[in-house]
T-cell receptor, first 114, second 115 residues
Framework: GAVVSQHPSRVICKSGTSVKIECRSL??????MFWYRQFPKQSLMLMAT?????????EQGVEKDKFLINHASLTLSTLTVTSAHPEDSSFYIC??????????FGQGTRLTVV | GNSVTQMEGPVTLSEEAFLTINCTYT??????LFWYVQYPGEGLQLLLK?????DKGSNKGFEATYRKETTSFHLEKGSVQVSDSAVYFC??????????????FGQGTILTVHP
């Protein structure tokens, strides 16, 4: 199947700093990628749809200035958590897939803000 | 809105025991239904899917049947193995079809199988 790689798998940062998470499609081109977030013991919640060459589409309640998404190429989308605070600590995971097929997920990134 | 309710875990079983993880959903229209599995340290992988009522998805000994009348998609396996230990997520694509689109997930169920 298709491979989606996410980096880093874990990151610890200080409150007030920014953190960038990368999502790459290794063997296919992805015009669209999806970013999810999971709080402990809760569902994965869709945060935004990343669109290559255009602005991301954010779900209701997600702060676009807090979670910056850049999809500058057909194989890379980045999520930057700006001015991170402890409440941003969570598990972030991306997905993508060749059009019309199943979703392939990255390994996820565990963000801890201290 | 769309939602998925999954059986709370964790679930702990002995090897060769029967497994059921319940999943019910709320959606308008005719969603596609999925089970994903996440092994330790890995990303989510599609385990099985069903796209219309009465369809049965199956893979690696796991099965789930799309029950429109009860809006359910319960996951079953007749004899679990230690290697099945993982987190299982039920998900729906409210727009239907098999495309990857936007998924709505349940909260996940941790399964631990002991020898």
């Amino acid at each position: 199947g298709a491979v989606v790689s996410q980096h880093p798998s874990r990151v610890i940062c200080k409150s007030g700093t920014s953190v960038k998470i990368e999502c790459r499609s290794l063997d296919f081109q992805a015009t669209t990628m999806f970013w999810y977030r999971q709080f402990p013991k809760q569902s994965l919640m869709l945060m935004a749809t990343s669109n290559e060459g255009s602005k991301a589409t954010y779900e209701q309640g997600v702060e676009k200035d807090k979670f910056l998404i850049n999809h500058a190429s057909l194989t890379l989308s980045t999520l930057t958590v700006t001015s991170a605070h402890p409440e941003d600590s969570s598990f972030y995971i991306c997905s993508a897939g060749p059009q019309g097929t199943e979703a392939f997920f990255g390994q996820g990134t565990r963000l801890t803000v201290v | 809105g769309n939602s998925v309710t999954q059986m709370e875990g964790p679930v702990t079983l002995s090897e060769e025991a029967f497994l059921t993880i319940n999943c019910t959903y709320t959606a308008t229209g005719y969603p596609s239904l999925f089970w994903y599995v996440q092994y330790p340290g890995e990303g989510l992988q599609l385990l099985l899917k069903a796209t219309k009522a009465d369809d049965k998805g199956s893979n690696k000994g796991f099965e789930a049947t799309y029950r429109k009348e009860t809006t359910s998609f319960h996951l079953e396996k007749g004899s679990v193995q230690v290697s099945d230990s993982a987190v299982y997520f039920c998900a729906i694509n409210p727009t239907g079809g098999t495309s990857y689109g936007k998924l709505t997930f349940g909260q996940g169920t941790i399964l631990t199988v002991h020898p």
